[in-house]
């Protein structure tokens, strides 16, 4: 692949001044950067065509900038719809200059600032110098004036002196400077296959994935480590493009190079048989959707199977061995069966880059079927969102009703030859608790035995109405003949924030909170477990 091509330095003032503002934002973060040819081999960025990297998990924007309105209501700034408790991140390298109330600021250039805002938890400090994707804090929730979102969510804000005066001003961008936005077809539901990953760019994404789905940390790392080397793991990228250029399936789809994060040759090879299955093209060329057909032939599963590189890639005890596993057994580049050949050495050297940066925050490792998103994690709202289907209608009892994801975790880490197994509220809360490893010992069926257990187990706080500070995603309510988990906002719309099966009517699906208070008590648990470093 091309080498990355080192951004100019503005000399002069006036032309800066001369240059639309997206594009000389573009020209400082790339400054700041440093972006040169091996670094676009082993960044810690995310993608190199964009101003910024995402300051949370979630690649959507939920409130845009808003001008005043007749009534004079406005909106200065971007705000992301998150959990309370998620990741925030540095959006490029700079120092903390400012920490005042609930906003982080941090300077990028004398020219510019970006403003984040409503933090749980603040992980840094005034005169911390960060980089490009560390985490910052928490997010928190926050109450802005329409049309700006109230309740948990992550307020940005980006604060240019335009004028070359001194004076920073709170400025609107005219485009996304977050790179690629969501794709379509990513419902915000599961870790795993849907689109929301877990990570600060794409490297740790697609590392946090192998890792939650079987793979050591070496054998994720060696993987990665050969993604560079293919593609910078950018899921668009064509044979022969330089970084951050994206190709949409419909036009490389008859190209007999690469395409994609492994670089899958001829690029129809992977895009033809998704078509047929009915996955539209948004969709294949979301990280997503390529990292679980990938994770689909290692398993020896779907139209490509590759099980023997699976296989060769599962055996390897260390990151060079793992780079070496998968570089032979599935990338198959020219020159593969020479041990010494060079582009060996320079995978290794991916993969090593790659293990260190990120193994440290890695999360627990899962059981490589399609059950393992979020195994161990300990994260009950991530793992039942990754067992219900994203929104509502799935009525009946039977079996192939529900997620296959669910069905696999049923058989796994409960008793799928329960009565109306598959439907039942209270085994699904405990195949949740007993898969994300959050509570091994909740009881597996009966609801009125579970609120026995969440009261007298000494492992939960409890409140017979909405707790301190409000709803919390993986708390846990029970009441007479009913439990369901409550998640935060998730799914297709429709203000969803719950998942719950119902005995005899529907599988595990997405709901709406309800009844706080009333019918039904809310847990907490105290503690749940931290993923393994």
Not at 221 to 236: F, L, T
Not at 310 to 338: L, P, S
């Amino acid at each position: 692949m091309g080498d990355s091509k080192a951004l100019p330095i503005l000399g002069g003032v006036m032309l800066v001044l001369l240059l639309p503002l997206i594009i000389v934002l573009a020209l400082i973060i790339g400054f700041l950067s440093g972006m040169d040819s091996a670094a676009a081999q082993c960044t810690t960025t995310s993608s190199t065509d964009s101003s910024f990297a995402w300051p949370t998990d979630k690649h959507e924007i939920d409130e845009d900038w808003s001008d005043p309105d007749s009534e004079g209501n406005s909106h200065s700034g971007v705000d992301f719809e998150v959990n309370e408790g998620s990741k925030v991140y540095a959006a490029a390298d700079g120092k903390v200059t400012s920490i005042s109330g609930n906003t982080v600021v941090i300077q990028h250039d004398q020219n510019v600032e970006t403003h984040t805002k409503y933090f749980h938890d603040i992980k840094v400090k005034a005169g911390d110098q960060v980089k490009r994707g560390q985490q910052i804090g928490t997010s928190g929730s926050g109450t802005e004036g329409a049309p700006g979102l109230s309740g948990a969510h992550v307020h940005f804000e980006l604060w240019v002196d335009q004028k070359n005066d001194g004076k920073l001003v709170n400025t609107k961008l005219e485009e996304n400077p977050f790179g690629d936005a969501a794709k379509p077809g990513s419902d915000g539901g599961s870790c795993c296959a849907n689109g929301d990953l877990s990570g600060a760019n794409n490297q740790q994404k697609a590392f946090n994935f192998f890792v939650q789905n079987g793979f050591t940390k070496e054998q994720a790392a060696g993987i990665v480590g050969n993604m560079i080397s293919e593609s910078s793991v950018e899921p668009g990228r064509k044979e022969g493009t330089n970084p951050g250029t994206v190709t949409n399936p419909s036009d490389v789809v008859e190209f007999s190079g690469g395409w994609g994060i492994v670089q899958w040759t001829p690029a129809g090879k992977m895009i033809k048989p998704s078509r047929q299955a009915g996955v539209d093209d948004a969709t294949i060329a979301s990280l997503a959707y390529q990292l679980d057909f990938l994770r689909k032939q290692l398993l020896g599963q779907g139209p490509l199977p590759e099980k023997a590189a699976g296989d060769a890639t599962k055996a390897a005890k260390t990151v060079e061995d793992a780079a070496i596993a998968f570089g032979g057994h599935f990338e198959r580049f020219a020159g593969y069966e020479n041990p010494n050949n060079p582009r060996y050495a320079e995978r290794k050297a991916n993969a090593r880059h790659v293990f260190d940066t990120f193994a440290g925050s890695a999360p627990a490792q899962g059981p490589g079927d399609s059950s393992g998103c979020g195994a161990g994690s300990g994260n009950i709202a991530e793992v039942a969102k990754n067992l219900a289907w994203p929104e509502d209608g799935h009525d009946g009892t039977d079996a192939s009703l529900a997620k296959p994801e669910y069905r696999d975790a049923l058989k796994k880490y409960n008793d799928p030859g329960g009565y109306l197994a598959y439907t039942d509220c209270g085994r699904f809360v405990s195949t949740v608790m007993h898969m994300s490893g959050a509570d091994p010992k909740y009881p597996a069926v009966s609801t009125d035995v579970q609120f026995d257990y969440l009261q007298s187990s000494g492992k939960y706080d409890g409140w017979h109405g909405e707790p301190p500070g409000g709803m919390k995603p993986g708390d846990i309510l029970n009441g007479p003949g009913h439990t369901y988990l409550y998640v935060g906002p998730w799914g297709k719309g429709n203000g969803y924030n719950a998942a719950a099966g119902s005995l005899g009517d529907h599988v595990p699906e997405a709901g709406h909170l309800y009844g706080v208070g009333g019918q039904f008590w809310v847990f907490r648990l105290k503690s749940a477990p931290q993923a393994k470093s």
